[in-house]
């Protein structure tokens, strides 16, 4: 499966921005999926996770919604009240079918990275 993610670019604090991530080459429905992201001098980080479980990491909580759309074989990722911190390349990917608590745990789970896409919050 080729993981093609769209929809990053500038947006002031306070705004939305909707990412996608298209799936090709086989349905979506084998794996379950999710969201990373990675700041400038930082660690990527597991931010949503839609599998056996779904998970939000803290950091997003309450502001960032993703989900899925199987006939689209494609993945979404909402982000409201944006924040200069949340400045980062956001990733999608394939993951395994599990329990998952942790950001930690997301990134041992994945299965295969999509190209990122850069989001740029900044007034």
């Known amino acids: 499966v080729q993981l093609q993610a769209s929809g990053g670019g500038l947006v002031q604090p306070g705004g939305s921005l909707r990412l996608s991530c298209t799936a090709s080459?086989?349905?979506?429905?084998?794996?379950?999926v999710g969201w990373f992201r990675q700041a400038p001098g930082k660690e990527r980080e597991g931010i949503s996770y839609?599998?056996?479980?779904?998970y939000t990491a803290d950091s997003v909580k309450g502001r960032f919604f993703a989900s899925r759309d199987n006939v689209e074989n494609t993945i979404y990722l909402q982000m409201n009240s944006l924040k200069p911190e949340d400045t980062a390349v956001y990733y999608c990917?394939?993951?395994?079918?599990?329990?998952?608590?942790?950001?930690?745990?997301?990134?041992?789970?994945?299965?295969?990275w999509g190209q990122g896409t850069l989001v740029t919050v900044s007034s």
């Open positions: 839609i599998g056996s479980s779904t």
């Open positions: 990917a394939t993951m395994t079918w599990q329990e998952i608590t942790s950001s930690e745990e997301m990134t041992h789970a994945v299965l295969k």
């Open positions: 080459g086989r349905s979506l429905d084998y794996y379950a």
